[in-house]
C-alpha cells in the first residue's frame, strides 16, 4: 500500500544549526511529495512540494529533493530559527482515483535560542 | 497563493447538539475537499472525500450518519457533527485541491471543537 514514514521526534537544535527531517514512501506509481508546517495552534501551511524524481522544492530556506532511487523526500535546512518550532509533515498525493493525501506521522522540531 | 479558509476557527458546544463547520476555497474551485481529523500531537486522520455534487466517500470506521459532509458547491464544504459528546472534541481540518498546479492541496486553518 501506500504510506509515509518520518523520523520520531522531537528533534531539539540550536539556533544555526542544520536541520535534517527524513522521510520515506511507499506508493504504487508516481506520487508527488509535499512538505506541510504546522505552527502551535494553527493549521498547515504547504512548505514545499516536488512533483517528480529528481525536482526540488525549496521555500523559506527549506529544501528537499525527490529520490526516486531511494524513495526518500529529506527536508533540510541549513540554518534553523527559533521561528522554525513547529511540527513538520511529510506527505504523498497520488493522482489516482480516491486523490487522497497520505501523512507521515509528524516530526517536532525545537529550535532552542 | 490558493486561500482555503475554514470557519469557525473555536466552537464549543453542548453535549448532545449539533455543529457545522465550513470550508470554502476563497480564490479556485474545488471538485474535491477532504476533512481531517487531528488528535492532540498526532497526525491527521483522514475522515472523508467530498466531491462536489455527489455523496462524500468516508474512510473505514468513520461514522457517516455523525459526520454530515456537504460539498454543495465548488467552493464550500460543510461538516456537520451531529448530536456532539465530548469524544468528538477535536482539531478538524479541511483541504481542497487546486488544479492546474500541479494539482496542490490546500488547507484550511482547521476548527477546534470543544464538546462540554
Known amino acids: 500500500g501506500n504510506s509515509v514514514t518520518q523520523m520520531e521526534g522531537p528533534v531539539t537544535l540550536s539556533e544555526e544549526a542544520f536541520l535534517t527531517i527524513n522521510c520515506t514512501y511507499t506508493?504504487?506509481?508516481?506520487?508527488?511529495l509535499f512538505w506541510y508546517v504546522q505552527y502551535p495552534g494553527e493549521g498547515l501551511q504547504l512548505l514545499l512540494k516536488a512533483t517528480k524524481a529528481d525536482d526540488k522544492g525549496s521555500n523559506k530556506g527549506f529544501e528537499a529533493t525527490y529520490r526516486k532511487e531511494t524513495t526518500s523526500f529529506h527536508l533540510e535546512k541549513g540554518s534553523v530559527q527559533v521561528s522554525d518550532s513547529a511540527v513538520y509533515f511529510c506527505a504523498l498525493y497520488l493522482m489516482d482515483s480516491s486523490y487522497k493525501l497520505i501523512f507521515g506521522s509528524g516530526t517536532r522540531l525545537l529550535v532552542r535560542p | 497563493g490558493a486561500v482555503v479558509s475554514q470557519h469557525p476557527s473555536w466552537v464549543i458546544c453542548k453535549s448532545g447538539t449539533s455543529v457545522k463547520i465550513e470550508c470554502r476555497s476563497l480564490?479556485?474551485?474545488?471538485?474535491?475537499m477532504f476533512w481531517y481529523r487531528q488528535f492532540p500531537k498526532q497526525s491527521l486522520m483522514l475522515m472523508a472525500t467530498s466531491n462536489e455534487g455527489s455523496k462524500a466517500t468516508y474512510e473505514q470506521g468513520v461514522e457517516k450518519d455523525k459526520f454530515l459532509i456537504n460539498h454543495a458547491s465548488l467552493t464550500l464544504s460543510t461538516l456537520t457533527v451531529t448530536s456532539a459528546h465530548p469524544e468528538d472534541s477535536s482539531f478538524y481540518i479541511c483541504?481542497?485541491?487546486?488544479?492546474?498546479?500541479?494539482?496542490?492541496?490546500?488547507f484550511g486553518e482547521g476548527s477546534w471543537l470543544t464538546v462540554v
Open positions: 483541504s481542497a485541491i487546486q488544479g492546474g498546479s500541479g494539482n496542490t492541496i490546500y
Open positions: 506508493a504504487t506509481g508516481y506520487p508527488s
Open positions: 480564490d479556485f474551485q474545488a471538485t474535491t
